[in-house]
Protein backbone atom coordinates (compact mmCIF):
# COMPACT_ATOMS: atom_id res chain seq x y z
CA UNK A 1 0.00 0.00 0.00
CA UNK A 2 1.41 3.07 -1.48
CA UNK A 3 1.99 5.38 1.63
CA UNK A 4 0.87 9.48 -0.38
CA UNK A 5 -1.60 11.21 1.31
CA UNK A 6 -3.63 14.37 0.04
CA UNK A 7 -5.82 16.81 2.09
CA UNK A 8 -8.34 18.02 1.56
CA UNK A 9 -10.25 15.38 -0.82
CA UNK A 10 -13.02 17.63 -1.33
CA UNK A 11 -13.01 20.96 -1.39
CA UNK A 12 -15.59 23.68 -2.52
CA UNK A 13 -14.89 26.83 -2.94
CA UNK A 14 -15.63 30.74 -4.23
CA UNK A 15 -14.10 32.14 -7.09
CA UNK A 16 -11.14 34.15 -6.45
CA UNK A 17 -9.98 32.21 -3.10
CA UNK A 18 -6.58 31.18 -2.86
CA UNK A 19 -6.27 27.09 -2.50
CA UNK A 20 -3.39 25.09 -1.33
CA UNK A 21 -3.97 21.18 -1.58
CA UNK A 22 -1.49 19.23 0.29
CA UNK A 23 0.86 16.25 -0.55
CA UNK A 24 3.01 14.10 1.68
CA UNK A 25 4.63 11.12 1.07
CA UNK A 26 6.71 9.37 3.79
CA UNK A 27 8.39 6.36 1.33
CA UNK A 28 11.35 8.72 0.84
CA UNK A 29 10.85 9.23 -2.69
CA UNK A 30 12.45 11.95 -4.52
CA UNK A 31 10.55 12.69 -7.83
CA UNK A 32 7.04 14.10 -7.14
CA UNK A 33 4.01 14.62 -9.12
CA UNK A 34 0.72 16.95 -10.11
CA UNK A 35 -1.73 15.36 -11.96
CA UNK A 36 -5.02 16.89 -13.47
CA UNK A 37 -7.54 14.65 -14.32
CA UNK A 38 -11.38 15.47 -15.37
CA UNK A 39 -13.73 12.41 -14.74
CA UNK A 40 -13.33 9.69 -16.72
CA UNK A 41 -10.95 11.61 -18.91
CA UNK A 42 -7.22 10.94 -19.05
CA UNK A 43 -4.10 12.41 -16.53
CA UNK A 44 -2.20 15.61 -17.40
CA UNK A 45 0.89 16.13 -16.23
CA UNK A 46 0.80 19.62 -14.57
CA UNK A 47 3.78 19.96 -12.31
CA UNK A 48 6.67 17.41 -11.18
CA UNK A 49 10.10 18.14 -8.76
CA UNK A 50 13.35 15.67 -9.29
CA UNK A 51 13.72 16.74 -5.37
CA UNK A 52 14.32 19.50 -3.19
CA UNK A 53 14.14 23.04 -4.39
CA UNK A 54 13.29 21.67 -7.91
CA UNK A 55 10.35 22.47 -9.80
CA UNK A 56 9.16 22.02 -13.58
CA UNK A 57 6.49 22.53 -15.37
CA UNK A 58 4.11 19.83 -16.82
CA UNK A 59 2.73 18.34 -20.49
CA UNK A 60 -0.50 20.70 -19.82
CA UNK A 61 -0.09 24.02 -18.92
CA UNK A 62 -1.96 25.10 -15.49
CA UNK A 63 -2.03 28.39 -13.77
CA UNK A 64 -1.15 26.20 -10.50
CA UNK A 65 1.98 26.87 -8.91
CA UNK A 66 3.73 24.55 -6.11
CA UNK A 67 6.99 24.25 -3.80
CA UNK A 68 9.19 21.40 -2.25
CA UNK A 69 10.91 22.81 0.69
CA UNK A 70 11.09 19.49 2.10
CA UNK A 71 11.33 16.20 0.31
CA UNK A 72 8.12 14.41 1.40
CA UNK A 73 5.95 17.95 1.27
CA UNK A 74 4.59 19.11 -2.36
CA UNK A 75 1.96 21.37 -1.98
CA UNK A 76 -0.08 23.08 -5.10
CA UNK A 77 -1.24 25.99 -5.07
CA UNK A 78 -4.06 28.36 -6.76
CA UNK A 79 -3.96 32.17 -5.97
CA UNK A 80 -7.14 33.04 -7.55
CA UNK A 81 -9.61 29.95 -7.83
CA UNK A 82 -11.58 30.36 -10.98
CA UNK A 83 -14.53 27.14 -12.66
CA UNK A 84 -12.48 26.36 -15.06
CA UNK A 85 -10.06 25.05 -12.50
CA UNK A 86 -12.56 22.34 -11.22
CA UNK A 87 -11.14 18.98 -11.62
CA UNK A 88 -9.62 16.33 -9.74
CA UNK A 89 -5.83 16.46 -8.79
CA UNK A 90 -3.61 13.46 -7.87
CA UNK A 91 -0.34 14.06 -5.98
CA UNK A 92 2.32 11.11 -7.15
CA UNK A 93 5.43 9.83 -6.00
CA UNK A 94 8.38 7.66 -7.59
CA UNK A 95 12.19 7.38 -7.12
CA UNK A 96 13.61 8.75 -9.81
CA UNK A 97 12.49 7.63 -12.91
CA UNK A 98 13.65 4.52 -14.70
CA UNK A 99 12.45 1.26 -16.41
CA UNK A 100 10.48 -0.34 -14.47
CA UNK A 101 9.61 2.50 -11.57
CA UNK A 102 6.42 2.36 -10.41
CA UNK A 103 4.79 6.01 -9.78
CA UNK A 104 2.40 6.04 -6.50
CA UNK A 105 -0.43 7.76 -6.42
CA UNK A 106 -2.67 9.56 -3.64
CA UNK A 107 -6.40 9.30 -3.54
CA UNK A 108 -6.74 13.14 -4.78
CA UNK A 109 -8.31 15.96 -3.92
CA UNK A 110 -11.76 16.82 -6.00
CA UNK A 111 -11.88 20.74 -6.18
CA UNK A 112 -15.00 22.52 -7.33
CA UNK A 113 -14.89 26.37 -7.85
CA UNK A 114 -18.38 28.07 -8.00
CA UNK B 1 -1.74 13.92 -30.47
CA UNK B 2 -2.46 11.60 -27.72
CA UNK B 3 1.00 9.17 -27.60
CA UNK B 4 -1.00 6.29 -25.92
CA UNK B 5 -4.41 5.18 -27.55
CA UNK B 6 -6.69 2.87 -25.54
CA UNK B 7 -9.11 1.02 -27.30
CA UNK B 8 -12.23 0.63 -26.38
CA UNK B 9 -12.62 3.69 -24.82
CA UNK B 10 -16.04 2.03 -23.16
CA UNK B 11 -16.94 -1.30 -22.79
CA UNK B 12 -19.92 -2.97 -20.69
CA UNK B 13 -19.95 -6.65 -20.45
CA UNK B 14 -21.98 -9.23 -18.30
CA UNK B 15 -20.22 -11.33 -15.36
CA UNK B 16 -18.64 -14.32 -16.52
CA UNK B 17 -17.28 -12.81 -19.85
CA UNK B 18 -13.81 -12.29 -21.54
CA UNK B 19 -12.60 -9.50 -22.97
CA UNK B 20 -9.22 -7.74 -24.30
CA UNK B 21 -8.82 -4.24 -23.53
CA UNK B 22 -5.56 -2.46 -26.34
CA UNK B 23 -3.30 0.67 -25.36
CA UNK B 24 -1.42 1.04 -28.53
CA UNK B 25 1.45 4.01 -29.69
CA UNK B 26 3.82 4.50 -32.66
CA UNK B 27 6.73 5.15 -30.22
CA UNK B 28 9.08 2.22 -28.50
CA UNK B 29 8.80 2.16 -24.79
CA UNK B 30 11.64 1.10 -22.30
CA UNK B 31 8.42 -0.06 -19.93
CA UNK B 32 4.64 -0.04 -19.66
CA UNK B 33 2.33 -0.28 -16.54
CA UNK B 34 -1.42 -0.79 -16.82
CA UNK B 35 -3.05 0.83 -13.58
CA UNK B 36 -6.45 0.63 -12.60
CA UNK B 37 -8.52 3.89 -10.87
CA UNK B 38 -12.06 3.15 -8.93
CA UNK B 39 -14.71 6.42 -9.10
CA UNK B 40 -13.17 9.01 -6.71
CA UNK B 41 -9.61 7.49 -5.82
CA UNK B 42 -5.89 7.39 -7.35
CA UNK B 43 -4.85 4.87 -9.82
CA UNK B 44 -2.89 2.01 -8.55
CA UNK B 45 -0.90 -0.06 -10.08
CA UNK B 46 -1.55 -3.29 -11.74
CA UNK B 47 1.29 -4.41 -13.23
CA UNK B 48 4.76 -3.16 -15.31
CA UNK B 49 5.85 -4.82 -18.24
CA UNK B 50 9.79 -4.25 -19.42
CA UNK B 51 10.76 -6.68 -22.05
CA UNK B 52 9.16 -7.01 -25.68
CA UNK B 53 6.61 -10.07 -25.60
CA UNK B 54 7.06 -10.40 -22.12
CA UNK B 55 3.25 -11.93 -20.91
CA UNK B 56 2.49 -11.69 -16.47
CA UNK B 57 -0.51 -13.10 -15.16
CA UNK B 58 -2.09 -11.93 -12.00
CA UNK B 59 -5.11 -14.10 -10.92
CA UNK B 60 -7.83 -13.13 -14.32
CA UNK B 61 -5.86 -10.66 -15.64
CA UNK B 62 -3.18 -11.34 -18.32
CA UNK B 63 -0.83 -8.42 -19.54
CA UNK B 64 1.26 -9.17 -22.76
CA UNK B 65 3.97 -5.81 -23.95
CA UNK B 66 4.23 -6.08 -27.79
CA UNK B 67 7.40 -7.35 -29.39
CA UNK B 68 8.04 -3.90 -31.01
CA UNK B 69 7.34 -2.38 -27.37
CA UNK B 70 5.44 -0.50 -29.16
CA UNK B 71 1.70 -1.93 -27.55
CA UNK B 72 0.47 -3.64 -25.00
CA UNK B 73 -3.08 -5.42 -24.27
CA UNK B 74 -4.68 -6.66 -21.08
CA UNK B 75 -7.15 -9.93 -21.06
CA UNK B 76 -9.45 -10.25 -18.77
CA UNK B 77 -10.91 -13.75 -18.06
CA UNK B 78 -14.59 -14.01 -16.48
CA UNK B 79 -14.72 -10.80 -15.34
CA UNK B 80 -16.47 -10.16 -12.29
CA UNK B 81 -18.23 -6.97 -11.01
CA UNK B 82 -15.24 -6.00 -9.00
CA UNK B 83 -13.35 -5.69 -12.34
CA UNK B 84 -15.29 -2.71 -12.88
CA UNK B 85 -13.01 0.75 -13.51
CA UNK B 86 -10.78 2.74 -15.41
CA UNK B 87 -8.10 0.94 -17.08
CA UNK B 88 -5.01 2.89 -18.30
CA UNK B 89 -1.68 2.42 -19.86
CA UNK B 90 1.12 4.34 -18.90
CA UNK B 91 4.69 4.46 -20.48
CA UNK B 92 8.02 5.69 -19.80
CA UNK B 93 9.94 6.32 -23.19
CA UNK B 94 13.96 5.93 -22.74
CA UNK B 95 15.76 9.44 -22.16
CA UNK B 96 12.03 10.74 -21.29
CA UNK B 97 11.52 12.12 -17.74
CA UNK B 98 8.00 11.02 -16.78
CA UNK B 99 5.45 8.95 -17.54
CA UNK B 100 2.96 9.03 -20.21
CA UNK B 101 -0.74 8.31 -19.63
CA UNK B 102 -3.24 6.70 -22.27
CA UNK B 103 -6.94 7.99 -23.19
CA UNK B 104 -8.01 4.68 -20.73
CA UNK B 105 -10.43 2.36 -21.05
CA UNK B 106 -13.64 2.58 -18.78
CA UNK B 107 -14.78 -1.26 -18.47
CA UNK B 108 -18.10 -1.98 -16.25
CA UNK B 109 -19.23 -5.25 -15.21
CA UNK B 110 -22.89 -6.11 -15.71
CA UNK B 111 -23.85 -8.61 -12.52
Known amino acids: EADIYQTPRYLVIGTGKKITLECSQT?????MYWYQQDPGMELHLIHY???????EKGDLSSESTVSRIRTEHFPLTLESARPSHTSQYLC?????????????FGEGSWLTVV | TQLLEQSPQFLSIQEGENLTVYCNSS?????LQWYRQEPGEGPVLLVTVVTGGEVKKLKRLTFQFGDARKDSSLHITAAQPGDTGLYLCAAHRTGANNLFFGTGTRLTVIP
Open chain 1, 92 to 104: ASSHLLSSGNTIY
Open chain 1, 49 to 55: SYGVNST
Open chain 1, 27 to 31: MGHDK
Open chain 2, 27 to 31: SVFSS
